[in-house]
């Protein structure tokens, strides 16, 4: 069964976004434009990505995707994206993104099966790596602490999860950021 790894970039304060769900805070800081070996390391293991709609919306505008579809390998590969939203939004021409609607659990057969031997990269945001979190699905958890705040915005995980599930596995800076690394216990969900 694949690992399902939540990676993203957190400020000090535990946002993933602004209250408009804008991610332009990142791209401000040095550094957050791209990843270094280590995250290139991980993308190798990365069979399928999922997000949601908010993260999903907020790439199309950011690189002018719809505009400019070459763009999308840059981001993601040829991997497989699993959007989740309740409403209808356009595919990237030529990219493999599959609009799923409903309970993590109920799709989780095909994001497995589409992952095969390899990870699976919950992109974000928040509230749907809880609902992973929820279901007993998520493995990992991944946040690179960026040396920003912001007054209000997007929370990390909206959920409360105890120290009896998590066990750090990792601190390690990257450039600017403090990226820490904890494993999720499933069984305790």
Same mark, same amino acid.
């Given at each position: 069964?694949?690992?399902? &790894? *939540?990676?993203?970039?957190?400020?000090?304060?535990?946002?993933?976004?602004? =209250?408009? #769900?804008?991610?332009?805070?990142?791209?401000?800081?040095?550094?957050?434009?791209?990843?270094?070996?280590?995250?290139?390391? *991980?993308? =190798?293991?990365?069979?399928?990505?999922?997000?949601?709609?908010?993260?999903?919306?907020?790439?199309?505008?950011? =690189?002018?995707?719809?505009? #400019?579809?070459?763009?999308?390998?840059?981001?993601?590969?040829?991997?497989?994206?699993?959007?989740?939203?309740?409403?209808?939004?356009?595919?990237?021409?030529?990219?493999?993104?599959?609009?799923?609607?409903?309970?993590?659990?109920?799709?989780?057969? #095909? &994001?497995?099966?589409?992952?095969?031997?390899?990870?699976?990269?919950?992109?974000?945001? /928040?509230?749907? !790596? /809880?609902?992973? !979190?929820?279901?007993?699905?998520?493995?990992? &958890?991944?946040?690179?602490?960026?040396?920003?705040? $912001?007054?209000?915005?997007?929370?990390? $995980?909206?959920?409360? &999860? /105890? !120290?009896?599930?998590?066990?750090?596995?990792?601190?390690?800076?990257?450039?600017?950021?403090?990226?820490?690394?904890?494993?999720?216990?499933?069984?305790?969900?």
């Amino acid at each position: 069964m694949p690992r399902v &790894i *939540f990676f993203t970039a957190a400020t000090l304060n535990g946002f993933i976004a602004d =209250e408009q #769900h804008s991610l332009d805070w990142l791209f401000a800081t040095p550094g957050g434009e791209g990843g270094d070996a280590d995250f290139q390391g *991980f993308l =190798e293991g990365v069979g399928v990505l999922v997000q949601g709609s908010s993260t999903y919306e907020w790439v199309l505008r950011h =690189e002018d995707l719809l505009a #400019h579809p070459e763009k999308w390998p840059g981001y993601y590969g040829s991997r497989p994206t699993f959007v989740f939203t309740t409403r209808a939004l356009p595919p990237v021409p030529g990219a493999d993104v599959r609009f799923v609607r409903g309970d993590v659990e109920a799709t989780w057969p #095909h &994001i497995a099966e589409a992952a095969g031997d390899r990870d699976v990269w919950l992109v974000g945001g /928040g509230d749907l !790596a /809880g609902q992973f !979190a929820d279901a007993g699905l998520l493995d990992e &958890i991944r946040v690179s602490v960026a040396p920003a705040t $912001l007054p209000a915005g997007q929370p990390l $995980l909206p959920r409360r &999860i /105890g !120290a009896d599930r998590l066990t750090l596995l990792g601190v390690r800076q990257a450039g600017a950021f403090a990226e820490l690394t904890y494993s999720l216990d499933r069984s305790a969900s």
